[in-house]
């Protein structure tokens, strides 16, 4: 069974910054794509960032720029490092795993391809 457990959220600054862990298990990395996603209050759940099976990245064009994913396969982790945050930044962040293989190409943006989530992690950014 695939599960996935992120951490590091926490209360910072403007300006400052904070970097996610998201730890899968029951399933290799090599073969899966982990992608970011967050919720604000009152709003609906957003893609933040990706990283396909094979490494490629995306972004939201609102984090781009200041936030960078990456991923170590021997850890089976993920990593979301987040730099200049603002309050807008705010929200419940969430990994997600899609065990589909899509292609060669970026991973999927999409809410409904993730079929495994993990129970997110709080992110405050103070003014």
């Known amino acids: 069974q695939v599960q996935l457990a992120e951490s590091g959220g926490g209360l910072v600054q403007a300006g400052g910054s904070l970097r996610l862990s998201c730890v899968v298990s029951?399933?290799?990395?090599?073969?899966?794509?982990v992608g970011w996603f967050r919720q604000a209050p009152g709003k609906e759940r957003d893609f933040v960032a990706a990283i396909s099976w094979n490494g490629g990245t995306g972004y939201a064009d609102s984090v781009k720029g200041r936030f960078t994913i990456s991923r170590d396969n021997a850890k089976n982790s993920v990593y979301l490092q987040m730099n200049s945050l603002n309050p807008e930044d705010t929200a419940v962040y969430y990994c997600?795993?899609?065990?589909?293989?899509?292609?060669?190409?970026?991973?999927?943006?999409?809410?409904?391809?993730?079929?495994?989530w993990g129970q997110g992690t709080q992110v405050t950014v103070s003014s």
């Open positions: 029951g399933r290799t990395l090599s073969t899966t794509s």
């Open positions: 997600a795993a899609d065990a589909i293989i899509r292609g060669f190409g970026p991973a999927s943006r999409l809410m409904h391809d993730y079929g495994y």
